[in-house]
């Protein structure tokens, strides 16, 4: 029988994924889940054929530029891949191959419960109870803002944007969106989906905004300061794809001023580290990159990475291969 080849896995994944890795594979796990220093990547890429990250390790050209011979595929668990260097891995003869697809619809949930727990003041309302603060019901205690016949406008159609869309126009949000190019007429249609090809145009009309595009070079800080200070004092601003697709400092400054209504986000520019403003606002939600945290979710990532390392490994081309050029 050929011999295995070794994959190493970077943190913790579900045991039904580990499992099979090490039925399939010759597994290297990381059973504490503490996140590798720069150093042990380096150690990590220089015995591995085939390496499984995550979000939390950055593989970026100093890093590849260490990498054993043997390396030839980083299998990344996760559908972002901003952490990993993609043109300098291929430029090295590395694959890159991501998960997409299967945790669009627990993110675009989360997306829909962060809308609504900003504008309805779901977390504020919840931490009144448990801190025993609940005195009684007031006719004008605890008004937060309706979502319906709201306008709410989608930085990024891709699969995730899409899902938000489906949840918010059964929620009777009206949908619009900035994208590179347009969404099919199909699908503009079943969504009632108005383009805007200016976000600056878009910025300045909604009520509630969601970023759902990839980070990237072109998308770095597309909600500048600039762009911010567009949108609308009443708007509320969602993120359930990457902090730095929105200029942080900025955004905190607006919401302390009051000069946009709120916020919910699951994600930061300098993670895990977060603005220290946003954490002592009381208009914001903030949750711990939870988008695709379901048992579910999780899981059938593992099985992409497995495909993909099981696919590759066999001489075929991998299902989910990143090619820089759809960055
Ligand atoms: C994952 C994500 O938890 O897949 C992504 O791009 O942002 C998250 O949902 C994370 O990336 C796992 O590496």
């Not at 990993?84 to 627990?106: K, W």
């Not at 004092?233 to 697709?245: C, D, F, L, M, Y």
């Not at 699951?266 to 002592?280: F, G, H, R, S, T």
Request: with cysteine; glycine share 8%; aromatic share 4%.
């Amino acid at each position: 029988m050929a011999q295995k080849p070794k994959v190493v896995v970077t943190r913790k994944l579900p045991d039904p994924v580990e499992t099979r890795m090490c039925e399939l594979f010759d597994a290297e796990l990381n059973s504490s889940d503490r996140p590798m220093s720069s150093d042990e990547l380096v150690d990590a890429l220089g015995r591995a054929d085939v390496l499984v990250p995550t979000v939390t390790d950055r593989i970026d050209s100093r890093i590849l530029s260490r990498a054993g011979p043997n390396l030839r595929l980083i299998a990344n668990f996760g559908a972002g891949v901003d952490n990993i260097d993609v043109a300098t891995a291929n430029t090295r003869g590395i694959t890159v191959t991501n998960t997409p697809g299967v945790l669009t619809e627990d993110t675009a949930d989360m997306t829909m419960a962060l809308i609504l727990a900003a504008a309805r003041r779901v977390v504020e309302g919840a931490q009144v109870v448990q801190s025993g603060g609940f005195s009684g019901w007031s006719p004008t205690w605890m008004l937060g803002r309706r979502i319906a016949g709201k306008r709410l406008g989608i930085i990024g159609m891709g699969r995730i944007g899409q899902a938000v869309a489906r949840r918010a126009k059964a929620f009777g949000l009206s949908i619009h969106y900035h994208n590179r190019k347009p969404v099919s007429p199909r699908i503009a249609e079943d969504l009632d989906a108005t383009y805007w090809e200016s976000l600056d145009q878009l910025l300045a009309r909604m009520d509630v905004i969601s970023v759902n595009c990839p980070h990237t070079p072109a998308t770095f800080h597309l909600l500048s300061a600039r762009r911010l200070k567009l949108l609308q004092p009443h708007a509320i601003v969602v993120n359930t794809a990457r902090g730095e697709v929105i200029d942080e400092p900025a955004l905190a400054n607006m919401l302390a001023r009051g000069e946009i209504a709120g916020a919910g986000l699951d994600v930061y520019e300098n993670e895990p580290a977060i603005n220290p403003k946003l954490l002592k606002l009381p208009n914001v939600v903030l949750l711990p990159h939870m988008g695709s945290a379901t048992v579910e979710s999780r899981i059938d990532m593992g099985e992409k990475v497995i495909i993909n390392i099981k696919t590759f490994m066999d001489g075929h081309k991998p299902p989910d291969r990143v090619i820089p050029a759809m960055l």
